[in-house]
Every structure is written in structure tokens, then in C-alpha cells.
């Protein structure tokens, strides 16, 4: 992991400081390449002078939203090739201690997937994550709408013009703004992500899978939603006895936890009544379920956990599935499936 620090402040004295200070307190990760500091002359920046007062903003206001477009620009370029993936968070924040594993297993999730911008916090440009592929494009476009528009504005449109249509948040958020202090005239500033965990290690694994499901799918509620950490729900209509839904991994997976959760606060009747939770091997031609199943327990008022599933599993399975064993006429929300495995020794 590389650390690049923009010292993006106009006054060069105020720069030259914190510069030897970072340099005193981080010199032996600054000589093994861990912590990169840069800075951008005013030269190289565009006017920051009469620019379009959109939305009615102060000049004030404008030109610092400007320039800040211009910093992000400067740091997403000089990043571009230092490693596969790049994270923009701010010098404010807190970071839950396993915020590396997280992020980590936030991307093999989404192996196989076009995404763009994957999101580790509900604010601002706060743990934003990015294919360090897409950087200079990124850079080029927050030049060129520098004056238009905050940039987490911008961050929304660059999403959709690299056609991911969904935000992908991961819950709980990794970082937390701890600042007081707006950059901008030193206005305050309480901001706080209340779904942030300073101590959320117990991640699931959740392994790349595809899902597939008997029941008729509400509106867009799509059995992925309940198995990514992005938030969503899945939402099933007139489950019956027999109707299942399942998880069909892209490799076979030692499962060591499962824990799902149906149901919701909105609607407390759509949880699973009766149903049985199955591990599966021998995926079919069609890979849309497995051939032979063991079942591990029952659901109990519309939750399943279990853990120490390896000591009764005949090694790596295909599938997970959930199978209703008695009809209701409730709707069916599944909340979320977490899945944790083990490697394979």
C-alpha cells in the first residue's frame, strides 16, 4: 500500500512545514516508498477567477469547489500507476481497524463485474474506490468540469457515463469524518457517518457467486441485493412449499459460517416462516443449482446462523441454498446472506 499525501494549500510557507513534519514523524516510510508527498504550482492550474456561479453559490464558494476539483485531478493523475486499485479519503477521518481486509474482500466480490466506484463510507469523497485503469480519464474529467459543480457532484456522473447505474456501498462504512472544520473559511463542520464501526473485523467472505431463485422477483428487488454488502434487499412473491433460492459459487468454497436474515423493520411479515438452510456439491449443466444436498439447520422466527459448518461438510461446496418447507401467503424479503469460508489447507 502506497500513501500519496497532496499538500494543496496556496501558501507555500504553510506547505514547506507540514512537509518536514510528515518527513520527521514518517522518514522510514517515506525512504521505502510507502508515503509519497506532491505538490502542484499555481501555474499549473487553470483560472480559478469569474468562473460560472451555478446554483447560485458565492464567488467565494465557487472558486473553492473549483480549485479542490483541480487538487483531486492533480492527485488522481500522479496515482494513476502506483498500484491496481486506489482509495481517496480525506485527512480527517478515522479508519476502522480492518479497513484493508474489508476493502480486500469487497473486491473479490465483485469479481467478474464492471464497477466503477466502489464505496466505503456515505460521505462526501470519503472511501471511494477506484481501478487505478480509470484514473487519468477521471483526472481529465474533473478538469474539465472543474468550475461546474462540487466534486462528489461530478463523481455521481462519472459513475454513469462508466454505466454503473446502483451505487455499491459497503456496509458497515470504514472511515469516519472526525474533523471539525470546513477547509472552506473555516466554517464548522459536524458530519458524522452513523454507520461507521471502528471495530467491524468479523467480515464475511461472501465468495463470487451467481444467484438464482423459483419465486416470482418483486419490482427490482433481485436476489443479488441480498447477497452483496452494497445494501438492498431481496424481495420474493407468495413463497411456497418448495420455493428456493440459491447461491451458486464461481469456485467451490469451504464454508465455515452461514448466517441470513429475513425479513425487515418496514416489513415485519415478510420473514421466512419455515425453511431449511442446504450446502450443495455437484453443480448441474445448467449452473443454476446443485444435484445433492445436505441440510444443516432451520430457520428460527426468520434468522439462520451457524457456525462450524466445515466439521460436517464433506469438503468444498458449490451451493448454498434456502428452501422454504412450508407455503405462506407473506411476501418474502430476504435481508442478507453472510457467508464466511475457510482456505483450503
Known sequence: ????????????????????????????????GQLLLIHAPQEFYPTLEGLKRNYNDPEERVKFRSKQNVDYAFLLAFAANLSSYYLMIE???????????????????????????????????????????????????????YQEMPCDWLLVHFRLLLT??????????????????????????????????????????????????????????????????????FWGKNPGDGSTFCIVFQQPARITRVRVRTGSDERQGDFLRAGVLELGRRRRADGRD???YITVGTFEKGLFERRGLERGAPGPMECVRIRVTKGQSEWL?????????????
Open 1 to 32: 500500500m502506497v500513501v500519496v499525501v497532496h499538500l494543496a494549500d496556496t501558501d507555500p510557507g504553510w506547505n514547506a512545514q507540514v512537509a518536514a513534519d510528515i518527513t520527521r514523524k514518517f522518514a522510514h516510510r517515506i525512504l521505502l
Open 91 to 145: 485527512d480527517d477521518v478515522w479508519s476502522a481497524k480492518s479497513f484493508f481486509t474489508a476493502i480486500r474482500k469487497a473486491v473479490a466480490s465483485q469479481e467478474g463485474t464492471t464497477w466503477a466506484t466502489l464505496e466505503f463510507s456515505k460521505l462526501g469523497y470519503i472511501g471511494k474506490l477506484y481501478r487505478s485503469s480509470d484514473l487519468p480519464r477521471l483526472a481529465r474529467f474533473l478538469l474539465l468540469f
Open 164 to 233: 454503473q447505474k446502483d451505487v455499491i456501498r459497503f456496509k458497515p462504512s470504514l472511515f469516519q469524518h472526525m474533523g471539525l472544520y470546513s477547509s472552506f473559511q473555516g466554517t464548522v463542520n459536524r458530519l458524522e457517518d452513523d454507520e461507521f464501526e471502528a471495530d467491524a473485523v468479523d467480515l464475511p467472505d461472501n465468495p463470487p457467486a451467481a444467484l438464482f431463485t423459483s419465486m416470482t422477483v418483486f419490482e427490482n428487488y433481485e436476489p443479488l441485493k441480498a447477497y452483496s454488502a452494497s445494501g438492498g434487499y
Open 290 to 292: 446443485c444435484s445433492a
Open 333 to 345: 424479503i430476504i435481508q442478507s446472506i453472510d457467508i464466511w469460508t475457510a482456505a483450503d489447507s
